[in-house]
């Protein structure tokens, strides 16, 4: 009888935690975003490091008063 319900309870359980990770894989992915060289970044937000503490900075605090150049190094500091 006790292995009856814990296997029941694990089938529910294993069921449950299936749901969401299905769900996720009906929804339609956006098409990703293609941008060439010269055009204008989308707005985005990043946390900083300012040597002290954590702060958010945003695209749109430089927009019309500095130039900003957006460099992406894939495994910057990873060792990878």
């Known amino acids: 009888m006790k ?5 029941l309870l694990l089938a529910l359980a294993l069921a449950t935690a299936l749901v969401p990770s299905l769900r996720a894989q ?3 992915q956006p098409a990703p975003m ?15 490091f300012d040597g002290v503490k954590v702060q958010d900075i945003s ?22």
């Open 3 to 7: 292995r009856g319900i814990t296997s």
């Open 26 to 28: 009906d929804k339609p």
């Open 34 to 48: 293609k941008l060439k060289v010269g055009d204008m970044a989308p707005d985005f937000t990043l946390k900083y």
């Open 59 to 80: 695209l749109h605090e430089f927009r019309g008063k500095k130039n900003v150049v957006v460099a992406f190094f894939i495994f910057a500091f990873t060792g990878g």
